[in-house]
């Protein structure tokens, strides 16, 4: 179950922190992600924002490098997302995902597939205003 957390309106410039709490994952080896959907956009128009897998790698958007990141607290099950700098393109509902993983050296589904992931939480809205 993932349950998504922190969203808010903002101005230009300003910050949010993004919270998805993860449970009921059952596996060592996971990818974890953010992904978010723009308002009146379809579903399959998810746009991939940070993937992170269970041996600490990340990747993420282009348009995120620099402002976005991603960081695991699994004392308390928690995926973070600190969003910095943000942008009006930022608005958006955000939505966490997961997906397991059979072995270690199974790679995550790239941010363009939204599809190879099969567990969504219901999302948070981030708007930001200029």
């Known amino acids: 179950r993932l349950v998504e957390s922190g969203g808010d309106s903002v101005q230009s410039g300003g910050s949010l922190r993004l919270s998805c709490q993860v449970t009921g994952l059952g596996s060592q080896h996971y990818c974890l992600g953010w992904f978010r959907q723009a308002l009146g956009k379809d579903r399959e128009y998810r746009e991939g924002v940070v993937i992170f897998k269970s041996d600490g790698t990340t990747t993420y958007v282009d348009s995120v490098k620099g402002r976005f990141t991603v960081s695991r607290d699994t004392a308390d099950n928690t995926l973070v997302l600190q969003m910095d700098n943000l942008q009006s393109d930022d608005t958006a509902m955000y939505y966490c995902?997961?997906?397991?993983?059979?072995?270690?050296?199974?790679?995550?589904?790239?941010?363009?597939?939204?599809?190879?992931?099969?567990?969504w939480g219901q999302g948070t809205r981030v708007t930001v205003s200029s």
């Open positions: 995902t997961a997906h397991r993983l059979s072995y270690s050296y199974t790679s995550c589904a790239s941010l363009r597939n939204p599809t190879g992931y099969n567990y």
